[in-house]
């Protein structure tokens, strides 16, 4: 029996390996089973639940990779993702001195990892069954072609290929999401535009402000306070998002109108220069990245990992990517340019440098010698052990950046031990402010119910990928709606807001009526009325529970090798626990003191990590006023 390679096999009377996925179904795999002898490795958590769910021995691909193997596998995915350093490359792809493969970096990152990990399982099973019949997905192929090793494929339907940031998702209810296309997507944003810049006619740009501040892809609901506050300290704010919408509710709308802020939407610039710029532009780089692509020799050597090249396996989907994003970027540094040409700004703030937009406005921001902030979004796993990944995945130090501004002296000390000492200054949070003002007790109600944050292993993260992980994620949220259950407490899961994220109602839908699962519902309204707060590892939301007062528990359900812990698992004002003893340690907190000595650390830690508590946005304006 040959495969569709054509190549013989040298001893067919050997042990069969059969490689199961998701191409192809249980049905198939039953059929080509020859006898008990055969070897079955799942590749994927679903084919893996498949095989388990029918009581089908078998091996999975984690097991060819040690953690040693998985680190590497880590590391590397940085170096490789960052292509379009390489000197040869880089001056081919610029466009108006930006780097436009750089630009999609993270996203290239998140279709890189996976593969890498498959990759290198399928060299490790090939040296461990070098004598052995391999029958494999025809989906392999591509790794396989690459190897000395001869295979029998089993033909399956070539899925059709996307990317991250190829969809857009929608949550239209709890129950009810649908993804369109990112055109499609863009072209609904700019004609809704069109009638927002009409309601908002009466916003003009007030020559009096002292200065002019572009925020890049803000949410002015989540900093209603610096919006509001504004035009009482001399800044002229302008709003530039070209992900985010601008505009989706009533108070969305309110804050923009009634803070006078400005808007650098696209038919602010839209105009025939402009559109015969981004044409020849595109033109230009599309020529220059075609040629780019006949010179092999440069990837072939460059995409390879242990000695082994797999330029070729990757080659058809990343250079769709590639052709995809630097025609992207064209348009959106044309866009971004005629905005900061047009808008006399004095400086400009982002929230993260790892965004397409951010780093095309970062960029252009030195051009025209406008100074920029990197203002802390979230909180951090702030340990030396997590440096790179933080730089590398967050965006969350100021590469780009003329400064850091950060919440509190805690993440000043760990961004100057990172190497940014001249670079950082404590601001506070001001997404944290109406909080802070709204934390009197008549705004504090308790349900009585248990809320559990949850944010599902994602594949930008190599120890994400693992079974070991993805079970242990599933059975907690299994436990945790029993544990509810035991306590005789409504349980409601908040599910993160990324789009990617796995959907757990099918995994919840048998456990009870007691169990809520939303996407939709505001964080902080659910945290106010909950009686314990839960989350799976960690997540910026803790310290939102901190803030408003109420006991939170990390459920550990990841395995991040990793040794050093961030201080909010060590200062007394959080449980970290396995799913073991978490009915113990709810138990505990119901009905014991430990409530309120959590509750007290709680106030300690925010109090260390959080400056200028309630007051901000006022700092960062005066800030802004005499920067």
């Known amino acids: 029996m040959t495969g569709i390679n054509g190549k013989v096999l040298k001893n067919p009377n050997s042990k069969t390996v059969i490689l199961f996925d998701s191409s192809y179904s249980l049905d198939t795999l039953k059929e080509i089973i020859e006898n008990n002898g055969s070897v079955i490795i799942s590749f994927g958590y679903s084919s893996h639940k498949i095989l388990s769910d029918h009581g089908i021995k078998h091996m999975i691909a984690d097991e060819f990779l040690s953690i040693t193997d998985l680190w590497n596998i880590w590391k590397k995915s940085f170096s490789l993702s960052q292509w379009y350093n390489n000197s040869e490359i880089a001056e081919i792809l610029e466009y108006k001195g930006i780097n436009t493969g750089k630009l999609f970096y993270i996203e290239f990152h998140y279709h890189l990892l996976p593969f890498l990990k498959k990759f290198m399982a399928i060299i490790f099973l090939c040296k461990k069954f070098h004598s052995s019949r391999i029958l ?24 059709s290929e996307s990317f991250l940031y190829d969809s857009v998702k929608f949550q239209i209810t709890d129950s009810l999401s649908i993804k369109i296309p990112k055109k499609s997507y863009l072209k609904l944003k700019n004609i809704s535009e069109q009638t927002i810049l009409k309601l908002l006619r009466n916003n003009r740009n007030n020559k009096n402000q002292k200065k002019h501040t572009l925020l890049i892809e803000f949410n002015p609901i989540k900093y209603q306070r610096l919006f509001e506050l504004s035009t009482k300290h001399g800044i002229q704010l302008i709003l530039f998002n070209r992900r985010r919408p601008y ?60 000695g082994h090249s797999f330029w070729k396996a990757i080659k058809p989907s990343f250079v769709k990517l590639c052709k995809k994003r630097v025609l992207d970027a064209v348009q959106e540094i044309e866009l971004a340019d005629e905005v900061i040409k047009n808008s006399d700004v004095s400086s400009i703030i982002v929230s993260s440098e790892n965004g397409f937009n951010e780093q095309v406005v970062l960029h252009l921001a030195k051009k025209h010698n406008i100074k920029t902030l990197l203002l802390q979004h979230g909180m951090y796993w702030e340990t030396m052990e ?237 800030f802004l006023a005499e920067y």
Not at 143 to 157: A, N, P, R, S, T
Not at 283 to 293: D, Q, R, V, Y
Not at 451 to 474: C, G, H, K, M, R
């Open 247 to 306: 505009v989706w509710n009533k108070e969305s709308y309110s804050i923009i109108k009634n803070s006078n802020c400005l808007i650098g939407a696209y038919q602010n610039t839209k105009n025939k220069k402009i559109e015969k710029l981004i044409e020849s532009g595109k033109e230009l780089l599309a020529n220059k990245t075609n040629s780019l692509f006949e010179r092999e020799e440069i990837f072939n050597t460059f995409f390879s990992i242990n």
């Open 386 to 622: 997590n440096k790179e990944g933080n730089i590398f995945l967050g965006g969350d130090f100021p590469i780009l950046s003329s400064k850091i501004l950060t919440w509190g002296t805690q993440t000043e000390k760990y961004a100057k031990e990172c190497g940014f000492s001249k670079k950082t200054h404590v601001i506070g949070s001001p997404s944290h402010d109406i909080l802070f003002n709204d934390r009197s007790d008549t705004n504090l109600v308790n349900d009585g119910f248990i809320l559990l944050a949850t944010s599902s292993p994602q594949q930008n993260q190599v120890f994400d990928l693992s079974i070991d992980n993805l079970e242990a994620y599933e059975k907690t949220i299994k436990d945790v709606c029993k544990i509810a259950q035991n306590l005789s407490k409504q349980l409601i899961i908040k599910i993160h807001p990324f789009q990617e994220e796995r959907d757990i109602k099918k995994i919840v839908e048998d456990m009870g009526d007691h169990v809520t699962v939303t996407k939709n519902d505001n964080i902080v309204d659910l945290i106010k009325s909950c009686d314990t707060f839960l989350v799976n590892d960690l997540s910026t939301t803790m310290l939102d529970a901190l803030i408003i007062g109420k006991p939170v528990i990390s459920i550990q359900t990841k395995n991040r090798y990793m040794k050093e812990l961030p201080k909010i698992f060590t200062a007394g004002c959080c449980v970290k626990c396995n799913i073991s003893s978490l009915e113990k340690e709810i138990k505990e907190i119901l009905t014991t003191d430990k409530r309120t000595r959590m509750i007290k650390n709680g106030n300690k830690f925010v109090k260390e990590f959080i400056s200028n508590q309630g007051s901000s946005s006022k700092k960062l304006l005066e």
């Open 136 to 159: 494999a997905p025809s989906s392999l192929s591509d790794i396989f072609d690459l190897l000395d090793h001869d295979v029998e494929y089993i033909k399956v339907k070539q899925k």
